[in-house]
């Protein structure tokens, strides 16, 4: 018995999603879909079912898909889950955890040391006796540079992981996000007005992360205490109240001022400059204070 079989059109498509029919053309020629209502960061499997004006079907391969985490406004937060910053800020390394490193720094340097580099530091009982009776003194003035506010600082920042991230060839055009490590919260702290500019979206993007849990926690021992050495340096510069000639050496006056002196016990306000992405908060004084040097 011979057997012939006719050949029939496509007459439309079925789209599926995990399973489930979510859409259909009546038109063999529409070869596009557009999904809506899909949940950020999640995967679906998607299928397409070509159908024959009798109804006959024929399936194609699966095709999985993921969407995007989506896009933050600048100051806007969200919590990640560990599979969302394991593949977006690589994860959230144990080794540079708060409590690592505090230790790397009790470990360079412990508190009878720091107390050593600078006994006469702003609220020390020497600080007292020498600025009892000048112009600038405070009487109520706490230990701005304790050892414990070292260590608390430490902590703090040793939670924090930043990214900066720039279109290809436009250092410029970037944007920067911070991630809390403990609270797993990420937020937009600035994004350059063309960074998703229609013209700009093919660029592809670089990105550049730094865990500031790594302090004290890289190379040899020597150079880690280098690194030490160098904040340190870098925070007592211009804090110190000594002179060429001073007691005991200039260096050892180290964090004698935590404010410019010119602006202690006052009301001036100084330094306040404007800018479009960073404007300065009204009627606070920008005049150099502490480690800001």
Known sequence: ??????????????????????????????LTYTDTGLQQDTEYTYSVAARDGANNTTASASLKVKTSLGDLNVGQSRVLTDS???????????QYSPANAVAAVQSALPQAEYEALFPIRIDSPEWHTFAASKPYYK????????????????????????????????AWNHRIFRLDKAAKTETLIYQNADFNASWNLTVPIVSKTVDFGSFLKEGSAVNRKR??????????????????????????????????????????????????????????????RGPIH
């Not at 030490?228 to 006056?253: D, K, Q, S, V, Y």
């Open 227 to 288: 690194e030490l050495a160098a904040f340190l340096a870098n925070i007592a510069h211009e804090t110190g109240g000594g002179w060429a000639m001073a007691p005991g050496g200039e260096l050892r006056w180290g964090l004698f001022w935590n404010e410019e002196v010119a602006y202690i016990n006052s009301t001036n306000i100084g330094y306040v400059q404007t800018h479009a992405n960073y404007p300065p908060v009204a009627g606070k004084s920008y005049h150099g």
């Open 139 to 170: 009487p109520g003035q706490g230990d701005y540079y304790s050892y414990s506010n070292l260590i608390a600082a430490v902590s703090e920042v040793a939670n924090i992981k930043y990214k900066l991230e720039y279109r290809q060839g436009a």
């Open 84 to 94: 969302q910053i394991a593949s977006i800020w690589g994860g959230i390394d144990p």
């Open 1 to 30: 018995m011979d057997c012939g079989y006719g050949h029939i059109a496509v007459a439309g498509y079925d789209i599926y999603r995990n399973g489930t029919k979510v859409g259909s053309s009546t038109n063999a020629s529409t």
